[in-house]
């Protein structure tokens, strides 16, 4: 899990000199859906899409919103930006991007999709939403989950995701959003976690004042 960490941060680095050389200000959030596409964005509706890893870039148009989050299946990538809607965006060419809303006073914070139809979405005030048709329809899934600011969720599969929280708080589940449950042993930290990934392997959460906890699935308890 070490080596992934190391990988992500050293391929964020490397877009640095690529966003200063197209003069971007204020990204949040990128992903990298396959061996070439790239897509980036940020404040005031920035959405970058690359075809070459990086060497050139294409911007998309889109609505002038702060995007926070972005996650991709194959074909397509899906952004949060503090409100109750989900943008979606198809990678293959430039296209308008589709606006899918929650009906709702939400405030998304985090995206996670596993493929082109199957994705979730959390925010504020314990909000956890599913969609099974690529954003069409949202459903909600958060049993078990009091009024708590999510701020981000991930997926290693169709069924085991993880929630990070403020206060420190992660929330698992093992049935596809089904139930959460309070991350066992929990975690030795208060401070807010603010970003989370579930690899294959475990579990890694970064937060405020540098804070950073890891749980490998074949140990039981959590490194903070």
Do not use: R
Request: charged letters at 15%; proline letters at 4%.
């Amino acid at each position: 899990m070490k080596t992934k960490i190391i990988f992500t941060l050293f391929f964020s680095l490397t877009l640095i000199p690529l966003f200063n050389s197209i003069y971007c200000q204020g990204f949040k959030a990128v992903t990298i859906p396959d061996e070439t596409h790239v897509v980036a964005a940020g404040d005031s509706g920035k959405i970058y899409l690359s075809y070459d890893s990086g060497l050139s870039w294409n911007t998309i148009p889109t609505y002038i919103v702060d995007f926070n989050s972005i996650s991709s299946g194959t074909n397509y990538s899906y952004l949060t930006a503090y409100d109750s809607k989900v943008y979606k965006v198809y990678i293959n060419s430039i296209n308008p991007v589709n606006v899918f809303t929650i009906i709702g006073n939400y405030k998304f914070n985090s995206v996670s999709f596993l493929s082109d139809s199957t994705g979730f979405v959390c925010g504020d005030n314990g909000a956890v939403f599913k969609t099974l048709n690529g954003g069409m329809n949202w459903n909600s899934v958060n049993s078990g989950i009091t009024d708590l600011k999510l701020n981000s969720i991930s997926f290693k599969d169709i069924n085991n995701g993880v929630i990070a929280a403020d206060g420190g708080i992660i929330l698992i589940t093992s049935n596809g959003g089904s139930n959460w449950f309070p991350a066992t042993p929990v975690p030795l930290t208060s401070n807010n976690l603010l970003k989370v990934k579930y690899f294959t392997d475990g579990i890694a959460a970064a937060g405020d004042n540098g804070a950073l906890i890891i749980k490998k699935n074949d140990s039981p308890d959590w490194k903070y």
